[in-house]
């Protein structure tokens, strides 16, 4: 497992940006899967965006077009660039990692951060 930090949550107005940052310690970053999940009050966590090992990019439907996840392996840092926000992006934003070649199922991940906080005002 490796130890995740994420930063770069606040309060921003709808169709603002923010750019969230997830900086692992503990093991070579550079072999695991990243994923990003949020949790919206009174609602399950749920996908955003995981970015592989292998470069491979997969988004949810809802941010498809707004949202851009990327790794800067020699930083051991993953980025969601969050763009054109809207209300219903509030929520915890999680990052997730784990060994290998995952796809976008929370299980699959075995190492989590303790989440920020992105609020979007209308």
């Known amino acids: 497992q490796v130890q995740l930090v994420e930063s770069g949550g606040g309060l921003v107005q709808a169709g603002g940006s923010l750019r969230l940052s997830c900086v692992a310690s503990g093991r070579t970053f550079s072999s695991y899967t990243v994923g990003w999940f949020r949790q919206a009050p009174g609602k399950e966590r749920e996908f955003v965006a995981r970015i592989r090992y292998s470069g491979n990019l997969y988004y949810a439907d809802s941010v498809k077009g707004r949202f851009t996840i990327s790794r800067d392996n020699g930083k051991n840092t993953v980025y969601l660039q969050m763009n054109s926000l809207k209300p219903e992006d509030t929520a915890v934003y999680y990052c997730?990692?784990?060994?290998?070649?995952?796809?976008?199922?929370?299980?699959?991940?075995?190492?989590w951060g303790l989440g920020t906080q992105v609020t979007v005002s209308s």
């Open positions: 997730a990692a784990a060994l290998g070649n995952l796809g976008n199922t929370q299980s699959e991940f075995d190492s």
